[in-house]
């Protein structure tokens, strides 16, 4: 059964009325179950799994990854195993999306916990209560929701924007489901499986309080494969041991796979940018002096400068490049004259109802700016200006990830501190809590509205998918939350470490502290560092624009390389490296092409899963248990 969509002629000649009219006879599939009891237990206890997941890569690389088509695999195939077991039957197509949209909204709610939360306590010196980050992560989340939904009968009904990364969830529930799917389905699922047990298994081998508290340690692996090598003798570069640098090759696969998602020219970027930091810069700036000590806390403190102005240029200059974006976003905030009808809306009856967000807008808005009043000390003025700010912000974010399916999160928090260094000048705490505000609420938006496109094309309803983004928001905070703070255990001081680097949260402390106290406490290289970076990376980005994306080089890829572990560039690298390699000497048809080539990012979902999961609870035993 194929997907049944508007012609492009269709979608520039008919009314937004007659859209809705279309779609509600030829797509709208009624009274089909979607949201229920077991699609939201299953999306809240998926989506609850799979935020750690996320936190987990997001503590290691500041980044968050999509887990809606990983949560649509799980749940197809635990379904269908029931059914043969005669344990219950399959889900339907649009249950299984409607699980989607809750575990999703439970994935991707983590990203304050690794960039503007934690920036918030290493510059105040303290923790901020796990209740407060609760009530702030779910208020941030629901007010996405909130200004998404305003926007769907532009963005989808009327403009039909591909929203990318939707579409193809739509497509592959559709296939899963209705085309010749089944066994492929199965597949996807046996490939899941085997990558996440191979990476949470090298996870715990490779942890020797572990293995030796079980009396395995005669199997367990060295953490970093280097450490063989240091039996025998230590490798230096200028006098400085590789194993200070973070020059190290990392035993776990988990970066590996998320190398294998982003891409060879983001891991190329990625190698290139951290052999330079770590094996040509640091090493040399340490025998000179000015990087005071070889340890990775101090390399990053220098390193992060060019590496943080330089995503921040780039990101800035991608985004004004493409004016049209802008417009095009601007242009969502005037209705267009066939919009307005006074005749009843026909999909009234389906849609979350406008006055939904008229009204929670204000209320979940109040709430958000009182409570940044009373707990990080925000202005009554600078927390009011937040709400609509973030507001066009979120069309814009919006706009670009229905056209491309990026969300550029980077470069309108940049946008954000920028604006309240104006505001609020010397304010370093309340820059950062109002980027970490539009972070997440311009994401929960775009990412609702992804969900909401499969949704769409499907004939799902709308307003239960609302509901369902709701709960996922619940079950990751109730489920992530307390993981984090079990974490660090009140320990500050753990941020920017080794175990757990936070990298995001660094950049966002660095730029605030810039912003409020100026470039000139540095010294004089981290400064100069800092203005190659702004111009190098306005150059990159100019280049990959002219090339149309061909540039070798990502400034965003060659920048995080300075804010991250060696070992972790390095692994993302090999990674990508590996998922280039075999697309092109692996021949189509045979099985090797198939797991590897065509079910490359089920088999690296699988890897980053199993082993991220598996990683914060050992992280959990070693910080609380073998502590003791």
Known sequence: MKIKELTPDQIHTLTLEQKDQWWLEHVYRGDMPQLNLRSALTGMLLGGVLSLTNLYVGIKTGWTLGVGITSVILSFVAFKFFSKMKLGKEMSILENNAMQSVATSAGYMTMPLVSAMPAYMLMTGQ?????????????????????????????????????????????????????????????????????????????????????????????????????????????????????????????SIVMMGTGGIMGVRIGASLVFGAILNYCVLAPWLIKEGVIPEANFKSITMWGLWFGAMMMTTSSLYSFFSKPAVLLQALKKMVPRKNGIEKKKDVLSDIELPLWVSVVGVPIVGGMVVYLGHEWFNFGIFEGLLAIPLTFVFSLIAV???????????????????????????GQATTNLMAAGINAEVSLNASNLLCDIKPGYMLGAKPRQ?????????????????PVYYAIFHGDISLFTSDTLPMPSATVYKAVAE?????????????????????ILGIVLEWLNTRTRGKFPISPMGLGLAFVLHFTDSISMGIGSFLVWIFERKMKPGTWNHKIFVENSETLCAGVIAGGSIIGIILIILETIVFAK
Do not use: C
């Open 465 to 481: 998918q609302a509901v369902g983004h709701v709960l996922g928001i619940i079950a990751g905070s109730l489920v992530a939350v």
């Open 127 to 251: 923790v901020i209560p796990m209740e407060r980050t609760l009530i702030w992560i779910v208020l941030l989340s629901i007010l996405g929701v909130l200004y998404a939904f305003p926007l769907k009968k532009r963005f989808i009904n009327d403009d039909q924007m591909p929203f990318p990364e939707g579409y193809a969830a739509g497509v592959v529930l559709q296939n899963l489901h209705e085309g010749e799917g089944g066994k492929d389905g199965v597949l996807k699922g046996k490939i899941l499986g085997v990558g996440a047990g191979v990476s949470a298994l090298l996870e715990t081998i490779r942890n020797e309080s572990v293995m030796t508290s079980l009396k395995l340690k005669f199997l367990s692996i060295p953490e970093y494969w280097d450490e063989i090598v240091y039996r025998f003798f230590t490798p230096t570069i200028l006098g400085t041991p590789l194993k200070a640098l973070t020059v190290r090759l990392d035993s």
């Open 514 to 534: 810039a912003l409020t106290k100026g470039l000139g406490v540095l010294h004089p290289t981290a400064r100069l560092g800092a203005l190659l970076g702004a």
């Open 399 to 425: 706009t670009s990830t229905g056209l491309t399916s990026i969300t550029p999160g980077s470069a309108l928090g940049k946008l954000t501190q920028l604006t309240y260094s104006v505001v609020s000048p």
